[in-house]
């Protein structure tokens, strides 16, 4: 079943969040912390696994694992990094080059 059940699932979700903009799917998919993770997506898509490689073996000298506690600790403090990366690099490169990008026209 794997991911057919899965890509109908997630077109379900979408479908009913555009036809019942009142639902509670909706209002979850609206959801602040939703709306600014696909803001910065492409940055942090590019550069989470290094980030994450990079604190995983500069605080604990080791590779990624999701295994114990202080791993674990690790690795969100890895997903914090990276989300601050890729909020600078919205506010400081990304929209700075949108912006100018819509001056023009084609």
């Known amino acids: 079943m794997g991911f057919p059940f899965f890509s109908a699932l997630y077109l379900s979700l979408l479908v009913i969040s555009l036809l019942d903009k009142n639902s509670f799917i909706a209002s979850v998919f609206r959801w602040w912390p939703l709306r600014e993770l696909g803001k910065v997506s492409y940055c942090v898509y ?30 969100v403090l890895a997903f914090s990094l990276t989300m601050l990366i890729a909020e600078l690099s919205w506010a400081r490169f990304e929209r700075p ?4 990008g819509h001056r023009y026209s084609y």
């Open 46 to 75: 590019v550069i989470h696994v290094a980030v994450n490689w990079m604190v995983h073996k500069y605080v604990r000298g080791d590779v990624p694992r999701f295994e114990t506690l202080n791993s674990i600790a690790v690795t």
């Open 97 to 100: 080059l949108i912006r100018r």
